[in-house]
Protein backbone atom coordinates (compact mmCIF):
# COMPACT_ATOMS: atom_id res chain seq x y z
CA UNK A 1 0.00 0.00 0.00
CA UNK A 2 1.46 3.70 -0.90
CA UNK A 3 2.54 5.20 2.21
CA UNK A 4 0.51 8.07 1.99
CA UNK A 5 -2.77 6.18 2.68
CA UNK A 6 -1.51 5.21 5.71
CA UNK A 7 -1.79 9.11 6.38
CA UNK A 8 -4.94 9.70 4.58
CA UNK A 9 -7.16 6.65 5.44
CA UNK A 10 -7.41 6.77 9.04
CA UNK A 11 -8.71 10.48 8.37
CA UNK A 12 -11.07 9.25 5.57
CA UNK A 13 -12.37 6.63 7.74
CA UNK A 14 -12.82 9.14 10.70
CA UNK A 15 -15.18 11.08 8.19
CA UNK A 16 -17.19 8.15 7.50
CA UNK A 17 -17.23 7.32 11.48
CA UNK A 18 -18.70 10.66 12.07
CA UNK A 19 -20.99 10.96 9.03
CA UNK A 20 -22.32 7.13 9.58
CA UNK A 21 -22.60 7.50 13.62
CA UNK A 22 -20.61 5.80 16.24
CA UNK A 23 -23.61 3.03 16.96
CA UNK A 24 -23.12 1.75 13.11
CA UNK A 25 -19.67 2.58 12.42
CA UNK A 26 -18.04 1.20 15.39
CA UNK A 27 -17.08 -2.07 14.47
CA UNK A 28 -16.61 -1.04 10.88
CA UNK A 29 -13.67 0.90 12.35
CA UNK A 30 -12.60 -1.96 14.12
CA UNK A 31 -12.25 -3.76 10.69
CA UNK A 32 -10.84 -0.79 9.25
CA UNK A 33 -8.00 -1.26 11.70
CA UNK A 34 -7.50 -5.24 11.81
CA UNK A 35 -7.06 -3.98 7.49
CA UNK A 36 -4.71 -1.02 8.52
CA UNK A 37 -2.47 -3.43 11.43
CA UNK A 38 -2.36 -5.58 8.25
CA UNK A 39 -0.95 -3.03 5.69
CA UNK A 40 1.11 -1.54 8.58
CA UNK A 41 3.25 -5.29 8.90
CA UNK A 42 3.40 -6.40 5.13
CA UNK A 43 4.75 -2.75 5.16
CA UNK A 44 7.58 -3.48 7.99
CA UNK A 45 8.51 -6.69 6.22
CA UNK A 46 8.67 -4.81 2.88
CA UNK A 47 11.55 -2.45 4.41
CA UNK A 48 13.10 -5.46 6.83
CA UNK A 49 13.80 -6.85 2.85
CA UNK A 50 14.46 -4.21 0.81
CA UNK A 51 15.55 -1.37 2.48
CA UNK A 52 14.05 2.34 2.83
CA UNK A 53 11.56 3.69 1.06
CA UNK A 54 11.07 7.36 0.04
CA UNK A 55 7.59 8.43 -2.39
CA UNK A 56 7.00 11.83 -3.98
CA UNK A 57 3.47 12.47 -3.79
CA UNK A 58 2.43 13.88 -7.18
CA UNK A 59 5.92 12.82 -8.99
CA UNK A 60 7.82 16.25 -8.23
CA UNK A 61 11.55 15.67 -8.01
CA UNK A 62 12.67 15.24 -4.53
CA UNK A 63 13.22 18.69 -2.58
CA UNK A 64 9.76 20.25 -4.58
CA UNK A 65 6.87 18.09 -4.07
CA UNK A 66 6.02 15.99 -0.60
CA UNK A 67 8.05 13.38 0.14
CA UNK A 68 7.12 10.57 2.36
CA UNK A 69 9.86 8.23 3.54
CA UNK A 70 9.93 4.96 5.55
CA UNK A 71 12.94 3.67 7.20
CA UNK A 72 13.18 0.34 9.71
CA UNK A 73 12.79 2.62 12.48
CA UNK A 74 9.22 4.74 11.14
CA UNK A 75 8.00 1.47 9.89
CA UNK A 76 8.22 -0.33 13.36
CA UNK A 77 6.50 3.24 15.26
CA UNK A 78 4.06 3.30 12.78
CA UNK A 79 3.46 -0.78 13.14
CA UNK A 80 3.26 0.30 16.88
CA UNK A 81 0.97 3.40 16.12
CA UNK A 82 -1.55 1.30 15.28
CA UNK A 83 -1.03 -1.33 17.03
CA UNK A 84 -1.98 0.33 20.11
CA UNK A 85 -4.76 2.55 18.69
CA UNK A 86 -6.53 -0.69 17.82
CA UNK A 87 -5.65 -1.57 21.16
CA UNK A 88 -7.37 1.49 22.81
CA UNK A 89 -10.94 1.32 20.35
CA UNK A 90 -11.06 -2.06 21.40
CA UNK A 91 -11.07 -1.23 25.25
CA UNK A 92 -13.69 1.21 25.45
CA UNK A 93 -15.74 0.36 22.94
CA UNK A 94 -18.46 -0.39 24.98
CA UNK A 95 -18.17 3.53 26.53
CA UNK A 96 -20.48 6.04 25.99
CA UNK A 97 -18.70 8.67 25.51
CA UNK A 98 -17.26 7.06 22.40
CA UNK A 99 -19.64 9.01 20.19
CA UNK A 100 -19.09 10.06 16.50
CA UNK A 101 -17.06 13.12 17.15
CA UNK A 102 -14.55 10.95 19.65
CA UNK A 103 -14.10 8.29 17.06
CA UNK A 104 -13.67 11.17 14.44
CA UNK A 105 -10.85 12.88 16.27
CA UNK A 106 -9.05 10.22 17.59
CA UNK A 107 -9.32 8.51 14.24
CA UNK A 108 -7.56 11.66 13.22
CA UNK A 109 -4.71 11.78 15.54
CA UNK A 110 -4.01 8.13 14.13
CA UNK A 111 -3.04 9.07 10.77
CA UNK A 112 -1.32 12.43 11.86
CA UNK A 113 0.83 10.50 13.83
CA UNK A 114 1.54 7.96 11.28
CA UNK A 115 2.58 11.23 8.91
CA UNK A 116 4.69 12.68 11.52
CA UNK A 117 6.73 9.34 11.39
CA UNK A 118 6.75 9.08 7.47
CA UNK A 119 7.26 12.94 6.51
CA UNK A 120 10.92 13.58 5.33
CA UNK A 121 9.82 17.59 4.96
CA UNK A 122 10.02 19.74 7.39
CA UNK A 123 7.42 21.98 6.58
CA UNK A 124 5.43 18.70 6.70
CA UNK A 125 5.87 18.15 9.99
CA UNK A 126 5.49 21.65 11.03
CA UNK A 127 1.70 21.35 9.64
CA UNK A 128 1.07 18.01 10.65
CA UNK A 129 2.37 18.68 14.56
CA UNK A 130 0.06 21.59 14.55
CA UNK A 131 -2.45 19.73 13.09
CA UNK A 132 -2.03 16.76 15.97
CA UNK A 133 -1.91 19.51 18.82
CA UNK A 134 -5.35 20.81 17.90
CA UNK A 135 -6.67 17.39 17.99
CA UNK A 136 -4.92 17.01 21.34
CA UNK A 137 -6.12 19.02 23.00
CA UNK A 138 -9.83 18.84 21.61
CA UNK A 139 -9.46 15.22 23.17
CA UNK A 140 -7.95 16.10 26.73
CA UNK A 141 -11.05 18.96 26.99
CA UNK A 142 -13.67 16.32 25.58
CA UNK A 143 -15.69 15.71 28.50
CA UNK A 144 -15.64 20.15 28.85
CA UNK A 145 -15.17 20.11 32.61
CA UNK A 146 -13.37 23.11 34.02
CA UNK A 147 -10.41 21.88 34.94
CA UNK A 148 -10.00 19.71 31.75
CA UNK A 149 -10.86 22.35 29.56
CA UNK A 150 -7.86 24.78 31.50
CA UNK A 151 -5.48 22.08 30.62
CA UNK A 152 -6.42 21.69 27.51
CA UNK A 153 -5.82 25.68 26.27
CA UNK A 154 -2.49 25.30 28.22
CA UNK A 155 -1.42 22.80 26.36
CA UNK A 156 -2.50 24.41 23.24
CA UNK A 157 -1.40 27.81 23.95
CA UNK A 158 2.17 26.46 24.96
CA UNK A 159 2.47 24.08 22.19
CA UNK A 160 1.58 26.88 19.83
CA UNK A 161 4.93 29.00 21.21
CA UNK A 162 6.91 26.16 20.78
CA UNK A 163 6.02 25.64 17.32
CA UNK A 164 6.53 29.21 16.00
CA UNK A 165 10.01 28.20 17.01
CA UNK A 166 10.28 25.44 14.58
CA UNK A 167 8.87 27.10 12.11
CA UNK A 168 11.66 30.14 12.51
CA UNK A 169 14.23 27.29 12.54
CA UNK A 170 12.45 26.10 8.94
CA UNK A 171 13.28 29.35 7.55
CA UNK A 172 16.21 29.33 8.57
CA UNK A 173 17.31 25.78 7.01
CA UNK A 174 15.58 27.10 3.96
CA UNK A 175 17.38 30.01 3.57
CA UNK A 176 20.78 28.11 3.52
CA UNK A 177 20.22 24.86 2.04
CA UNK A 178 17.41 26.26 -0.19
CA UNK A 179 15.27 22.70 0.09
CA UNK A 180 13.79 21.78 3.35
CA UNK A 181 13.99 17.89 2.58
CA UNK A 182 15.74 16.22 5.23
CA UNK A 183 17.75 13.93 3.32
CA UNK A 184 18.70 16.79 0.95
CA UNK A 185 19.80 18.69 4.24
CA UNK A 186 21.66 15.59 5.49
CA UNK A 187 23.27 15.76 1.78
CA UNK A 188 24.61 19.65 2.05
CA UNK A 189 25.44 19.57 5.42
CA UNK A 190 29.21 18.95 4.93
CA UNK A 191 29.40 21.24 2.29
CA UNK A 192 28.75 23.88 5.29
CA UNK A 193 32.08 25.62 5.46
CA UNK A 194 31.12 28.29 8.33
CA UNK A 195 29.27 25.82 11.33
CA UNK A 196 28.16 29.06 13.18
CA UNK A 197 25.20 29.51 10.43
CA UNK A 198 23.86 26.39 12.08
CA UNK A 199 23.54 27.45 15.38
CA UNK A 200 20.42 29.72 15.58
CA UNK A 201 18.18 27.52 12.68
CA UNK A 202 19.39 24.66 15.12
CA UNK A 203 18.40 25.75 18.75
CA UNK A 204 15.42 26.61 17.07
CA UNK A 205 14.28 23.61 15.73
CA UNK A 206 15.73 21.29 18.64
CA UNK A 207 13.84 23.95 21.35
CA UNK A 208 10.26 22.67 19.99
CA UNK A 209 11.56 19.23 19.69
CA UNK A 210 12.81 19.43 23.46
CA UNK A 211 9.05 20.29 24.20
CA UNK A 212 7.47 18.06 22.17
CA UNK A 213 9.50 14.91 24.03
CA UNK A 214 9.38 16.95 27.17
CA UNK A 215 13.39 17.42 27.64
CA UNK A 216 14.09 19.75 31.30
CA UNK A 217 12.59 22.19 31.69
CA UNK A 218 10.33 22.00 29.24
CA UNK A 219 8.03 19.20 30.61
CA UNK A 220 5.71 21.00 33.02
CA UNK A 221 2.70 20.66 30.25
CA UNK A 222 3.32 17.05 29.89
CA UNK A 223 1.31 16.07 33.43
CA UNK A 224 -1.34 18.81 32.54
CA UNK A 225 -1.90 16.54 28.99
CA UNK A 226 -1.61 13.23 30.26
CA UNK A 227 -2.92 13.21 33.48
CA UNK A 228 -6.13 15.74 33.41
CA UNK A 229 -8.74 14.63 35.72
CA UNK A 230 -11.54 13.90 33.53
CA UNK A 231 -9.29 12.90 30.36
CA UNK A 232 -10.42 9.74 29.24
CA UNK A 233 -8.04 6.93 30.29
CA UNK A 234 -7.45 5.69 26.15
CA UNK A 235 -6.33 9.13 26.16
CA UNK A 236 -4.21 9.46 28.50
CA UNK A 237 -2.67 6.02 26.96
CA UNK A 238 -2.20 7.22 23.66
CA UNK A 239 -0.91 10.55 24.84
CA UNK A 240 2.45 8.79 27.22
CA UNK A 241 2.54 5.60 25.08
CA UNK A 242 2.90 7.37 21.44
CA UNK A 243 2.03 10.96 21.01
CA UNK A 244 5.36 11.98 22.98
CA UNK A 245 6.80 9.29 20.97
CA UNK A 246 6.59 11.65 18.25
CA UNK A 247 9.05 14.03 19.90
CA UNK A 248 11.79 11.59 20.62
CA UNK A 249 11.34 10.77 16.91
CA UNK A 250 11.89 13.89 15.79
CA UNK A 251 14.75 14.22 18.10
CA UNK A 252 16.43 11.40 16.74
CA UNK A 253 15.97 12.52 13.09
CA UNK A 254 16.93 16.39 14.17
CA UNK A 255 20.46 15.18 15.96
CA UNK A 256 20.86 12.30 12.57
CA UNK A 257 21.00 15.74 10.31
CA UNK A 258 23.21 18.02 12.56
CA UNK A 259 25.30 15.51 14.80
CA UNK A 260 28.23 15.26 12.51
CA UNK A 261 27.85 18.93 12.43
CA UNK A 262 27.41 20.31 15.75
CA UNK A 263 28.53 17.72 18.82
CA UNK A 264 25.74 18.16 21.20
CA UNK A 265 25.60 14.59 22.40
CA UNK A 266 27.37 15.70 25.77
CA UNK A 267 24.02 18.47 26.27
CA UNK A 268 21.64 15.79 26.04
CA UNK A 269 23.66 13.59 27.73
CA UNK A 270 22.84 15.56 30.72
CA UNK A 271 20.22 16.60 29.98
CA UNK A 272 18.40 13.19 29.14
CA UNK A 273 20.03 12.38 32.89
CA UNK A 274 18.17 15.44 35.21
CA UNK A 275 15.14 14.88 33.38
CA UNK A 276 15.04 11.44 34.27
CA UNK A 277 15.64 12.58 37.84
CA UNK A 278 13.46 15.46 38.22
CA UNK A 279 10.57 12.99 36.45
CA UNK A 280 10.87 10.32 39.14
CA UNK A 281 11.34 13.02 42.14
CA UNK A 282 7.80 15.13 40.86
CA UNK A 283 6.18 11.40 40.69
CA UNK A 284 7.45 10.37 44.35
CA UNK A 285 5.66 13.90 45.24
CA UNK A 286 2.35 13.31 43.34
CA UNK A 287 -0.83 11.61 45.55
CA UNK A 288 -3.18 11.68 42.25
CA UNK A 289 -2.17 8.13 40.65
CA UNK A 290 -2.58 9.66 37.03
CA UNK A 291 -0.35 12.34 37.90
CA UNK A 292 2.79 9.76 39.56
CA UNK A 293 2.23 7.96 35.84
CA UNK A 294 2.66 11.28 33.83
CA UNK A 295 5.53 12.49 35.59
CA UNK A 296 7.08 9.02 35.27
CA UNK A 297 6.76 9.62 31.69
CA UNK A 298 8.99 12.35 31.91
CA UNK A 299 11.39 10.33 33.74
CA UNK A 300 11.02 7.53 31.37
CA UNK A 301 12.25 9.84 28.39
CA UNK A 302 14.62 11.41 30.42
CA UNK A 303 16.38 7.82 30.35
CA UNK A 304 15.76 7.51 26.47
CA UNK A 305 17.38 10.46 25.73
CA UNK A 306 20.46 9.87 28.17
CA UNK A 307 20.91 6.17 26.48
CA UNK A 308 20.75 7.87 22.46
CA UNK A 309 23.39 10.22 23.54
CA UNK A 310 25.81 8.27 24.95
CA UNK A 311 27.72 7.24 21.77
CA UNK A 312 27.29 3.56 21.77
CA UNK A 313 25.44 1.33 19.14
CA UNK A 314 24.00 -1.17 21.96
CA UNK A 315 23.27 1.91 23.87
CA UNK A 316 21.55 3.43 20.82
CA UNK A 317 19.03 0.52 20.05
CA UNK A 318 18.68 -0.52 23.68
CA UNK A 319 16.63 3.31 23.73
CA UNK A 320 14.70 2.73 20.32
CA UNK A 321 14.03 -0.47 22.17
CA UNK A 322 13.14 0.96 25.39
CA UNK A 323 10.67 3.61 22.95
CA UNK A 324 8.66 0.46 22.32
CA UNK A 325 8.39 -1.37 25.46
CA UNK A 326 7.45 2.22 27.32
CA UNK A 327 4.55 2.42 25.04
CA UNK A 328 3.70 -0.63 25.76
CA UNK A 329 3.62 -1.10 30.12
CA UNK A 330 2.90 3.16 29.84
CA UNK A 331 -0.32 2.37 28.08
CA UNK A 332 -1.46 -0.60 30.63
CA UNK A 333 -0.80 1.05 33.57
CA UNK A 334 -2.89 4.16 32.17
CA UNK A 335 -5.80 1.96 31.29
CA UNK A 336 -5.72 -0.11 34.01
CA UNK A 337 -5.54 3.04 36.47
CA UNK A 338 -8.66 4.38 34.53
CA UNK A 339 -10.29 1.16 35.89
CA UNK A 340 -9.00 1.75 39.39
CA UNK A 341 -10.60 5.49 39.57
CA UNK A 342 -13.98 4.29 37.48
CA UNK A 343 -14.22 2.15 40.78
CA UNK A 344 -12.83 3.65 43.58
CA UNK A 345 -14.26 7.35 42.32
CA UNK A 346 -10.86 8.84 43.62
CA UNK A 347 -7.82 9.53 41.71
CA UNK A 348 -6.07 9.94 45.63
CA UNK A 349 -3.62 7.02 45.79
CA UNK A 350 -4.42 7.95 49.57
CA UNK A 351 -7.61 6.37 49.46
CA UNK A 352 -7.49 3.71 47.38
CA UNK A 353 -6.75 0.22 49.13
CA UNK A 354 -7.32 -3.09 48.85
CA UNK A 355 -7.10 -3.38 44.81
CA UNK A 356 -5.56 -7.06 44.83
CA UNK A 357 -8.34 -8.51 46.15
CA UNK A 358 -11.34 -5.97 44.94
CA UNK A 359 -9.96 -6.67 41.55
CA UNK A 360 -7.39 -9.57 41.33
CA UNK A 361 -7.50 -9.37 37.78
CA UNK A 362 -6.37 -5.50 37.50
CA UNK A 363 -4.16 -6.09 40.04
CA UNK A 364 -2.18 -8.65 38.38
CA UNK A 365 -1.77 -7.24 34.96
CA UNK A 366 -0.58 -3.42 36.84
CA UNK A 367 1.86 -5.08 38.41
CA UNK A 368 3.00 -7.39 34.79
CA UNK A 369 3.59 -3.66 34.09
CA UNK A 370 5.33 -2.13 37.34
CA UNK A 371 7.84 -5.46 36.60
CA UNK A 372 8.49 -4.32 32.75
CA UNK A 373 9.01 -0.30 33.58
CA UNK A 374 11.29 -0.98 36.69
CA UNK A 375 13.36 -3.57 34.79
CA UNK A 376 12.31 -6.43 36.62
CA UNK A 377 14.66 -9.35 35.20
CA UNK A 378 12.71 -11.04 31.96
CA UNK A 379 10.28 -8.60 31.82
CA UNK A 380 11.16 -6.13 28.49
CA UNK A 381 12.46 -2.92 30.45
CA UNK A 382 15.35 -5.42 31.98
CA UNK A 383 16.10 -5.38 28.45
CA UNK A 384 16.08 -2.20 27.10
CA UNK A 385 17.72 -1.03 30.08
CA UNK A 386 20.46 -4.08 29.58
CA UNK A 387 21.42 -2.82 26.59
CA UNK A 388 21.68 0.84 27.53
CA UNK A 389 23.59 0.17 30.01
CA UNK A 390 25.68 -2.16 27.73
CA UNK A 391 27.84 0.84 26.48
CA UNK A 392 28.10 2.92 29.65
CA UNK A 393 31.55 3.86 31.55
CA UNK A 394 31.19 3.09 35.55
CA UNK A 395 30.48 7.07 35.88
CA UNK A 396 27.33 6.85 33.58
CA UNK A 397 26.73 3.34 34.75
CA UNK A 398 26.04 5.00 38.33
CA UNK A 399 23.74 7.24 37.01
CA UNK A 400 21.60 4.57 35.26
CA UNK A 401 21.31 2.70 38.37
CA UNK A 402 19.81 5.83 40.28
CA UNK A 403 17.92 6.46 37.44
CA UNK A 404 16.26 3.04 37.83
CA UNK A 405 16.21 3.10 41.54
CA UNK A 406 13.98 6.59 41.30
CA UNK A 407 11.73 4.28 39.05
CA UNK A 408 11.68 1.52 41.76
CA UNK A 409 10.88 4.05 44.52
CA UNK A 410 7.69 5.81 42.25
CA UNK A 411 6.14 1.95 42.02
CA UNK A 412 6.71 1.01 45.41
CA UNK A 413 4.75 4.02 46.46
CA UNK A 414 2.25 3.26 43.45
CA UNK A 415 2.02 -0.33 44.89
CA UNK A 416 0.50 0.56 48.17
CA UNK A 417 -3.04 0.40 46.34
CA UNK A 418 -2.60 -3.12 46.58
CA UNK A 419 -2.26 -3.82 50.29
CA UNK A 420 -5.10 -3.84 52.55
CA UNK A 421 -9.01 -4.96 51.96
CA UNK A 422 -11.97 -3.37 51.36
CA UNK A 423 -15.86 -4.86 52.24
CA UNK A 424 -16.89 -4.85 48.71
CA UNK A 425 -17.54 -7.55 46.14
CA UNK A 426 -14.73 -8.50 43.42
CA UNK A 427 -15.02 -6.24 40.75
CA UNK A 428 -15.63 -7.47 37.04
CA UNK A 429 -14.08 -6.05 34.25
CA UNK A 430 -16.03 -6.65 30.81
CA UNK A 431 -14.73 -9.38 28.63
CA UNK A 432 -12.77 -6.46 25.66
CA UNK A 433 -10.74 -4.92 28.66
CA UNK A 434 -9.29 -8.06 29.89
CA UNK A 435 -8.05 -8.86 26.12
CA UNK A 436 -6.98 -5.97 25.50
CA UNK A 437 -4.52 -5.92 29.09
CA UNK A 438 -3.71 -9.35 28.89
CA UNK A 439 -2.48 -8.93 25.45
CA UNK A 440 -0.44 -5.67 26.37
CA UNK A 441 0.85 -7.95 30.06
CA UNK A 442 1.93 -10.48 28.00
CA UNK A 443 4.06 -8.25 25.48
CA UNK A 444 5.80 -7.23 28.47
CA UNK A 445 6.41 -10.42 29.90
CA UNK A 446 7.68 -11.42 26.04
CA UNK A 447 9.19 -8.56 25.22
CA UNK A 448 11.76 -9.83 28.04
CA UNK A 449 12.16 -13.45 27.51
CA UNK A 450 12.65 -12.91 24.01
CA UNK A 451 14.02 -9.37 24.12
CA UNK A 452 17.57 -9.63 21.96
CA UNK A 453 15.85 -11.83 19.14
CA UNK A 454 13.05 -9.09 19.08
CA UNK A 455 15.42 -6.33 18.58
CA UNK A 456 17.14 -8.43 15.79
CA UNK A 457 14.10 -8.90 14.09
CA UNK A 458 12.57 -5.51 14.37
CA UNK A 459 15.63 -3.42 13.68
CA UNK A 460 17.99 -5.93 11.70
CA UNK A 461 21.10 -5.71 14.27
CA UNK A 462 22.75 -8.34 15.85
CA UNK A 463 22.56 -8.11 19.59
CA UNK A 464 23.76 -10.55 22.81
CA UNK A 465 22.72 -10.24 25.96
CA UNK A 466 25.74 -11.70 28.37
CA UNK A 467 24.41 -14.23 31.18
CA UNK A 468 26.83 -12.69 33.53
CA UNK A 469 25.80 -9.38 32.72
CA UNK A 470 22.18 -10.10 33.14
CA UNK A 471 22.81 -11.90 36.04
CA UNK A 472 24.97 -8.62 37.71
CA UNK A 473 22.26 -6.24 36.18
CA UNK A 474 19.32 -8.69 38.41
CA UNK A 475 21.47 -8.49 41.58
CA UNK A 476 21.08 -4.59 41.34
CA UNK A 477 17.10 -4.44 40.36
CA UNK A 478 16.64 -6.75 43.42
CA UNK A 479 19.45 -4.41 45.80
CA UNK A 480 17.22 -1.48 44.65
CA UNK A 481 13.79 -2.88 45.17
CA UNK A 482 14.86 -3.68 48.86
CA UNK A 483 16.22 -0.31 48.94
CA UNK A 484 12.99 1.32 47.13
CA UNK A 485 10.98 -0.35 49.80
CA UNK A 486 13.09 0.42 53.21
CA UNK A 487 13.17 4.10 51.53
CA UNK A 488 9.27 4.46 51.49
CA UNK A 489 8.54 2.50 54.48
CA UNK A 490 11.00 4.46 56.64
CA UNK A 491 12.06 7.75 54.94
CA UNK A 492 9.47 9.28 52.43
CA UNK A 493 6.60 10.65 54.54
CA UNK A 494 9.48 12.26 56.70
CA UNK A 495 10.84 14.50 53.62
CA UNK A 496 9.25 17.60 53.52
CA UNK A 497 10.22 18.31 50.36
CA UNK A 498 7.79 16.35 48.77
CA UNK A 499 4.90 17.90 49.68
CA UNK A 500 6.39 21.32 48.75
CA UNK A 501 7.02 19.83 45.21
CA UNK A 502 3.66 19.01 44.98
CA UNK A 503 2.42 21.98 45.17
CA UNK A 504 4.07 23.45 42.19
CA UNK A 505 2.38 24.06 39.09
CA UNK A 506 3.76 26.48 36.24
CA UNK A 507 1.31 29.26 34.96
CA UNK A 508 1.40 29.49 30.95
CA UNK A 509 3.82 32.79 31.29
CA UNK A 510 6.13 30.37 33.13
CA UNK A 511 5.62 27.71 30.82
CA UNK A 512 6.67 30.03 28.27
CA UNK A 513 9.77 31.32 30.24
CA UNK A 514 11.02 27.75 30.40
CA UNK A 515 10.98 27.57 26.54
CA UNK A 516 13.14 31.03 25.96
CA UNK A 517 15.17 29.60 29.30
CA UNK A 518 15.81 26.51 26.95
CA UNK A 519 16.72 28.76 23.78
CA UNK A 520 18.76 30.60 25.12
CA UNK A 521 20.51 28.11 27.08
CA UNK A 522 21.06 25.87 24.41
CA UNK A 523 22.18 28.52 22.38
CA UNK A 524 24.84 30.43 24.55
CA UNK A 525 26.36 26.65 24.56
CA UNK A 526 26.49 26.41 21.17
CA UNK A 527 28.45 29.49 20.52
CA UNK A 528 30.46 28.67 23.22
CA UNK A 529 31.79 25.09 21.70
CA UNK A 530 31.66 26.71 18.02
CA UNK A 531 33.98 29.82 19.16
Known sequence: MPLFWFVLLPILIGVLTYLLGADKSKYLTLFFQAFFLAMAFINFSNIKLQGAVSENLGGFPQGIGITLYCDNIASVLMLLNIFL????????????????LFLFLFLILQGLLNGIFLSNDLFNLYVLIDLATIVVSILIMFKKDSRSIYDGMVYLLVNIVAMLFFLLGVGYVYKIFGVLDMGLIQEKMNLVTDTRVLILPYCFLM???????????????????????????????????????????????????????????????????????????????????????????????????????????????????????????????????????????????????????????????????????????????????????????????????????????????????????????????????????SLLAGICFLGGIFGAKMIGYLFNVTVIVSFAGYVQKSVIYIISLIVGFLFYKYAYKRIPLFKKIRDIELSFPSLCLSIVVFFSGLLAYMMIITA
Open 85 to 100: FTCMIVFNIHKNYMNK
Open 207 to 437: TAVGLKAAIMPLFSWLPRAHGTPSAPSIVSAILSGLYVKGGLYLFIRIQNIFEPTLKTQSLFLLLGFFTAIVGFIFALSQTDIKLILAYHTVSQIGLIIFGLSIGHIESYWGSIYHILNHAVFKSVLFLTAGIIIEVYQTRDIRLIQGVFKRMPFVSIITIIAILGITGAPLFNGSISKYFIQRGTTSLLEYGLIIINLGTVMSFVKYSSIFKGSIDAPVHKIPVNQKVVT
